[in-house]
Nanobody, 126 residues
Framework: QVQLVESGGGLVQAGGSLRLSCTAS????????MGWFRQAPGKEREFVAS????????FYADTVKGRFTISRDNAKNTVYLQMNSLKPGVPAGYYC???????????????????WGQGNQVTVSS
């Protein structure tokens, strides 16, 4: 069983930065595409960013492109989401996820991911 444990969320002022971390159990972390999603209360979960197993390929939602950076350290079984220039809004839970199978292609849709973290709340105040 794979476990994904997120950390690094919290409260930050608009324009500030946060870095989320997601550490995975297991020895095969480096073989999988990883992704970040977020969900605000009453809304559907939405894609934020995805990264290939090697870290060479990344993909971002248009809403975060240029402000967020996804990266990974396979030696530490950890994927990161650096969030800069944060915008005020409704608090959202940020979730990391592991793509199912051994595909090397980054993925946008939730259905491609089989393991999810517990979520980490991020609140951006104005």
């Amino acid at each position: 069983q794979v476990q994904l444990v997120e950390s690094g969320g919290g409260l930050v002022q608009a324009g500030g930065s946060l870095r989320l971390s997601c550490t995975a159990s297991g020895r095969t972390f480096s073989s999988y595409v990883m992704g970040w999603f977020r969900q605000a209360p009453g809304k559907e979960r939405e894609f934020v960013a995805s990264i290939s197993w090697s870290g060479d390929s990344t993909f971002y939602a248009d809403t975060v492109k240029g402000r967020f950076t996804i990266s990974r350290d396979n030696a530490k079984n950890t994927v990161y989401l650096q969030m800069n220039s944060l915008k005020p809004g409704v608090p959202a839970g940020y979730y990391c996820a592991r793509r199912a199978g051994r595909s090397t292609v980054v993925a946008v849709l939730e259905c491609y991911y089989d393991y999810w973290g517990q979520g980490n709340q991020v609140t951006v105040s104005s």
